[in-house]
């Protein structure tokens, strides 16, 4: 009995059907709420340092306004929210048509104090959030130019980690400007696929203990990666940029000395480049970056839709391509990439 109670306070799990569910249920496997949006809510209600997931059935998930992710206590939750697919990659079930779609509607919904005007769709206001087992499209309401499917504002929140997930923009229809916007210590993404994003990772401010693995970055027209001042702990290894307006970008006066290590990093218009505070991007070359078994030169191929329309290992690596011997996409390292 003493085991039961223990495991109510410590943990809780909530289910979201946009098919089945309904926002007057209780969010049970068996009555599911109908939007991330109440789940998000209930999840914000909880107790400090409970341990809480929000689990997704297929299907589309449109974003009306932007969802925040929260707990009482704002950013002093001892424990973990989790958004995760209900059907992972890794499990055998599991196809395309089985993840999440979250797609967001919404106009411009920033803070009116922010110096531009944008949409977000997941705001990230809380410690240790984990997203995992979904996939991200742009926004097309007409009214928004810049648009970020995940952005956390909060340099004191810590420990944002992504996995399995899909970004996928489309610049004259649905774009999106920033995949992952996210200041503050602990942000972690491994096992992603941004394609078409015209930026994939915004971190700026606060940047500390990051770590960017197994992920495929792929036609970022502006850039791969803006990265600002950082004081320490940086891992990236085992990715595949490639087709990008610029690889990297730090700021400028600033020369870090972090390490990118067995990736393909090839075929981006500018390898390296500063953002000035004046305003303007600048390609350059000095760089005090230490590489380890980086290929600048490659050919990357993904397996994306052809003649037939058809879904053909979903952006992942094609068997031909360079790079393939690198454990990047969608699956852990565990599982082939040619499921």
């Known amino acids: 009995m003493l085991l039961i109670m223990y495991t109510r306070v410590d943990a809780q799990l909530f289910f979201v059907d946009p098919?089945?569910?309904?926002?007057?249920?209780?969010?049970?496997?068996?009555?599911?709420?109908?939007?991330?949006?109440?789940?998000?809510?209930?999840?914000a209600a909880l107790p400090q340092?409970?341990?809480?997931?929000i689990r997704l059935a297929p299907g589309l998930?449109?974003?009306?306004?932007?969802?925040?992710?929260?707990?009482?206590g704002a950013h002093l939750s001892d424990g973990r929210l989790i958004i995760e697919a209900a059907v992972m990659?890794?499990?055998?079930?599991?196809?395309?048509?089985?993840?999440?779609?979250?797609?967001?509607?919404?106009?411009?919904?920033?803070?009116?104090?922010?110096?531009?005007?944008?949409?977000?769709?997941?705001?990230?206001?809380?410690?240790?959030?984990?997203l995992r087992g979904l996939k991200f499209t742009g926004n097309a309401n007409p009214d928004v130019t810049y648009y970020y499917p995940v952005k956390k504002e909060d340099t004191l929140c810590h420990g944002l980690k992504i996995s399995q997930c899909y970004f996928i923009g489309e610049k004259n229809a649905a774009p999106i400007q920033g995949a992952i916007w996210a200041h503050g210590p602990g942000t972690g993404v491994e096992h992603c696929i941004f394609y078409g994003c015209k930026n994939a990772l915004l971190l700026f401010r606060g940047i500390k203990d990051f770590s960017l693995t197994h992920s495929i970055?792929?036609?970022?027209?502006?850039?791969?990666?803006?990265?600002?001042?950082?004081?320490?702990?940086?891992?990236?290894?085992?990715?595949?940029?490639?087709?990008?307006?610029?690889?990297?970008?730090r700021p400028e006066n600033t020369y870090p000395e972090y390490t990118f290590s067995n990736s393909v990093i090839a075929n981006n218009k500018h390898y390296t480049g500063i953002y000035r505070a004046a305003g303007g991007l600048l390609p350059i070359e000095k760089n005090n970056f230490k590489e380890e078994r980086i290929r600048k030169t490659a050919?990357?191929?993904?397996?994306?839709?052809?003649?037939?329309?058809?879904?053909?290992?979903?952006?992942?690596?094609?068997?031909?391509?360079?790079?393939?011997?690198?454990?990047?996409?969608i699956f852990s390292s565990a599982i082939k990439q040619t499921r």
């Open 217 to 249: 970055i792929y036609d970022a027209y502006e850039a791969a990666v803006w990265f600002g001042p950082f004081t320490a702990a940086f891992t990236f290894r085992d990715n595949i940029v490639s087709n990008c307006n610029f690889f990297w970008l």
């Open 299 to 329: 050919s990357v191929v993904l397996n994306e839709v052809e003649l037939d329309g058809l879904k053909k290992g979903d952006l992942q690596l094609s068997s031909g391509s360079d790079g393939y011997d690198i454990p990047a996409g």
């Open 61 to 72: 998930h449109l974003l009306k306004n932007k969802v925040t992710i929260t707990s009482k």
């Open 19 to 43: 098919v089945k569910g309904s926002d007057n249920a209780p969010g049970s496997s068996a009555a599911p709420f109908a939007s991330l949006e109440k789940a998000a809510d209930a999840a």
């Open 89 to 130: 990659p890794d499990d055998t079930a599991w196809t395309p048509a089985k993840m999440p779609v979250i797609q967001s509607v919404s106009g411009n919904n920033n803070d009116p104090n922010h110096k531009f005007p944008h949409s977000v769709g997941l705001l990230i206001a809380t410690n240790d959030v984990v």
């Open 49 to 53: 340092g409970a341990t809480i997931t």
